[in-house]
């Protein structure tokens, strides 16, 4: 029997003209079916994550004001986190009386910190987690980032000796892959330029396998990463970001990062 796609697709409603999910947050009318759209979104099958599109002025820095200000008054409990490069949600934070933490440089905050994973995920995840290796990750992603924003990008015997180091300033601060470390006092990139500089001098304590070759390339790689590193160095342009975090997000359950005096290439 032959039919149309229009026909075909009714048998299968995979996707539907109207979300009303009870207990959710009113995100507005449905062009298509004149009816409100609500949405939970901590309880979908699919995830949590939204887009939101739209030309120049067409409402989406409003409708983004709105969810928040809608989502926090549906979830008194919700710990929230906006991080604004334009200065466009201070009114929602005002209203919401969350923290105001102006990102300019002043604020330290230590990419290499890791904190103890919440009890609740640690179940969930059914000892299928390693958030050490996860931190590791972000660190190495840190890094790659810096060196490409400099027109610099890692290449894999670098990045290999970075690695090196940041394990072993790991190690230094009693941090390991088991959880009860992560309550620890985190290294720095201050540790980490530390390390490399005494690669460098002993650079035979770190190769493995002892050959000349792996000696003389460590004691070359990790001084030339130690001077690429030299805008961490107290005084310098990143020092803030070679200390320990001096903010603390747990105080309020809504924290606003205010990135406007950052610029788009920092």
Do not use: C
């Not at 229009?6 to 009870?22: L, N």
């Not at 919440?118 to 969930?124: A, D, G, K, M, Q």
């Not at 803030?240 to 950052?262: E, Q």
């Amino acid at each position: 029997q032959l039919m149309t796609g229009s026909v075909a697709g009714a048998m299968f409603p995979y996707v539907s003209d109207t979300i009303f999910e009870q207990g959710g947050v009113d995100l507005g009318i449905n062009l298509a079916s004149n009816t409100p759209t609500i949405v939970d979104p901590y309880n979908r099958p699919t995830g949590y994550h939204m887009l939101r599109l739209g030309r120049t002025g067409s409402g989406k820095t409003f409708g983004a004001s709105q969810y928040m200000l809608r989502l926090a008054q549906s979830i008194p409990n919700i710990n929230m986190t906006i991080i604004d490069p334009m200065g466009d949600f201070v009114g929602v934070n005002h209203a919401l009386a969350g923290d105001r933490i102006m990102i300019d440089g002043n604020v330290n905050i230590n990419p290499m910190e890791i904190q103890p994973t919440p009890e609740h995920v640690i179940e969930r995840a059914e000892g299928k987690i390693n958030p050490f290796n996860m931190k590791l990750r972000d660190v190495e992603w840190f890094f790659s980032r810096f060196f490409s924003m400099n027109e610099d990008p890692l290449a894999a015997e670098n990045r290999a000796v970075l690695s090196k180091a940041v394990k072993q300033s790991y190690a230094e601060a009693g941090i390991t892959h088991e959880l009860s470390t992560h309550s620890r006092d985190s290294p720095t990139i201050t540790d980490v330029r530390k390390i490399l500089a005494d690669m460098n001098v002993n650079p035979e304590e770190y190769a493995d396998p002892q050959t000349d070759d792996m000696i003389r390339r460590i004691r070359r790689t990790s001084g030339e990463l130690a001077l690429a590193l030299e805008p961490f160095k107290e005084g310098n342009r990143y020092d803030n970001l070679a200390k320990p975090t001096s903010i603390d997000f747990g105080n309020n359950p809504v924290n606003y990062i205010d990135m406007t005096a950052v610029s788009a290439r920092s």
